[in-house]
């Protein structure tokens, strides 16, 4: 796209310093226009989650929280230093921005594992293990401190800080995300149900901040 392309920037997990192997690439690019659907098209690959916009646009909600991300630790890898360029927010806007997240997507997420039959199923997986207990302590700790951590920054800090009755499910959850070997829990079964538990812990705990 030349002439088009203002800059492009890694955020995610690369600028957070937690990119494990499975984990996605994801770029914000800027450009001078709005790239039409057969440009993005283009540049789908697998395994590489690209963001879009033209910086005269307004960001909101989690458009707005990738490019606070990218403005605080996003990689340059062409164009302007993000934070000369990318807006970043204050805590009370996080707070808004991650609240509206908890409601509109994990509480439903939490009540479909729990009673819609493929959706108990699937929450056996050891990926929706990790997608439910990485999930909201990253919300937790940005709504507490206004800090935007990466998926293990906040399992860590959730395990210090929310109790010793999480720690088994919290630890399995890193364990799963770091490749060692050794579940710590003899039944999926189990492992599910402290999951689904945590989960509805972890967003009790970061509504009532």
């Known amino acids: 796209m030349p002439g088009v392309v203002v800059a492009i920037w890694a955020g995610g997990s690369i600028a957070l310093d937690d ?27 697998a395994g590489v989650e690209v963001e879009w916009t033209t910086l005269t646009t307004p960001f909101a909600g989690l458009a707005a929280l990738t490019a606070a991300t990218v403005h605080r630790s996003g990689i340059t890898i062409r164009g302007p230093n993000p934070a000369d360029v990318l807006p970043d927010l204050a805590h009370a806007e996080l707070t808004a921005i991650m609240r509206a997240n908890l409601v509109a997507y994990w509480v439903p997420w939490l009540a ?46 959730a395990r210090d800080e929310l109790g010793p009755r999480w720690h088994r499910i919290l630890d399995e959850a890193l364990r799963l995300r770091h490749g060692e070997r050794g579940s710590l829990y003899a039944s999926p079964f189990e492992r599910r149900r402290d999951m689904l538990a945590f989960v509805e812990h972890a967003i009790e705990q970061t509504l009532t901040r």
């Open 19 to 45: 990119f494990q192997r499975g984990s996605d690439i994801d770029l914000l690019v800027a450009t001078t226009r709005e790239a039409s659907p057969e440009e993005r098209a283009r540049a789908r690959i």
């Open 112 to 157: 479909a594992a729990r009673t819609r039959p493929f959706d108990r199923v699937k929450a056996l997986h050891p990926t929706c293990i990790q997608w439910g207990v990485f999930g909201v302590p990253r919300q937790y700790v940005t709504v507490r401190e206004g800090r935007i951590v990466s998926k293990t920054a906040g399992a860590r800090i």
